[in-house]
């Protein structure tokens, strides 16, 4: 499957973004999906991650009630909306996809989308 995030940008702390990441492929939307984030000098870490049909969905404990993962199968569009961020949310947001549901493991993701830079300025 081929990703491809979008969305990125600048944005004041206590603002809102939201990232979109378009899958195309065969059966896409049967995968499950996550996003992840690599600050400069950081590891890449686990956001949030959404099985096929969104009905479990999983998050990273500092985005927990700011963050929403949702996914529509019908344009095989992945969403992470933003809300609330934070300077320590500043990173390049990667989307992803696997077969194995429910993990965090970047290592477990073979798709990997180009990445968008999200700026939050405090």
């Known amino acids: 499957v081929q990703l491809q995030a979008s969305g990125g940008g600048l944005v004041q702390a206590g603002g809102s973004l939201r990232l979109s990441c378009a899958a195309s492929?065969?059966?896409?939307?049967?995968?499950?999906m996550g996003w992840f984030r690599q600050a400069p000098g950081k590891e890449r870490e686990f956001v949030a991650g959404i099985n096929w049909s969104g009905s479990r969905k999983y998050y990273e404990d500092s985005v927990k009630g700011r963050f929403t993962i949702s996914r529509d199968n019908v344009k095989n569009t992945m969403y992470l909306r933003m809300n609330s961020l934070k300077s320590e949310d500043t990173a390049v947001y990667y989307c992803a996809a696997t077969i194995l549901d429910g993990t965090r493991m970047p290592s477990d993701f073979g798709s990997w989308g180009q990445g968008t830079q999200v700026t939050v300025s405090s």
């Open positions: 492929g065969r059966a896409a939307s049967n995968y499950y």
